[in-house]
Antibody, heavy 118, light 107 residues
């Protein structure tokens, strides 16, 4: 069974930093691109970042470029999101996800809440 | 960036109704589109991939169509568990972009 379990969310002050983790199991983690998607309270879904299977290709939304860093450790079956210079508008539930694109394989974690507030 | 315009933003319907939700892309994206369902407090669940392919385990009352710039999600006969918010997502290029969502409510 595919499982994606996020951790690391919490309350942080504006300008602060937080590191999210996603522990993956039940599939060959090193074979798949991984993503972070967020959802602000009461709002729609926003794609945040993607990383290819070998970390060769990395993409960011303009809203987080230069502040967030995605990474992965295939030996540990783990995905990360380092978030720096956090702003109130970064407050959201952050999901770790395999976005299946054109394939019949698409999974999401349960999400972790990040609240940026003084 | 590719913009995804989803309509309507909300929809009221009854059990048994047929409903259609539309997503328009600001430029052609072939069939690089998926449809997701999200219920309150839960992660999204993909229903359709490659514009018209049904995700494993998804009931056949859900169907998708379209190519290029216009796409539709159709629910042929609404069931009580289908009342949720629906999103499209394009994976033709980065940045990936979602539609704004359609909240499907019980009439």
């Amino acid at each position: 069974e595919v499982q994606l379990v996020e951790s690391g969310g919490g309350l942080v002050k504006p300008g602060g930093s937080l590191r999210l983790s996603c522990a993956a199991s039940g599939f060959t983690f090193s074979s798949y691109s991984m993503n972070w998607v967020r959802q602000a309270p009461g709002k729609g879904l926003e794609w945040v970042s993607s990383i290819s299977s070998s970390s060769s290709y990395i993409y960011y939304a303009d809203s987080v470029k230069g502040r967030f860093t995605i990474s992965r450790d295939n030996a540990k079956n783990s995905l990360y999101l380092q978030m720096n210079s956090l702003r109130a508008e970064d407050t959201a539930v952050y999901y770790c996800a395999i976005l299946g694109d054109g394939y019949n394989f698409d999974y999401w974690g349960q999400g972790t809440l990040v609240t940026v507030s003084s | 960036d590719i913009q995804m315009t989803q309509s309507p933003s909300s929809l009221s319907a009854s059990v048994g109704d047929r409903v259609t939700i539309t997503c328009r892309a600001s430029q052609g994206i072939r069939n690089d589109l998926g449809w997701y369902q999200q219920k309150p407090g839960k992660a999204p669940k993909r229903l359709i991939y490659a514009a018209s392919s049904l995700q494993s385990g998804v009931p056949s009352r859900f169907s998708g169509s379209g190519s290029g710039t216009e796409f539709t999600l159709t629910i042929s006969s609404l069931q009580p568990e289908d009342f949720a918010t629906y999103y499209c997502l394009q994976h033709n290029s980065y940045p990936r972009t979602f539609g704004q969502g359609t909240k499907l409510e019980i009439k």
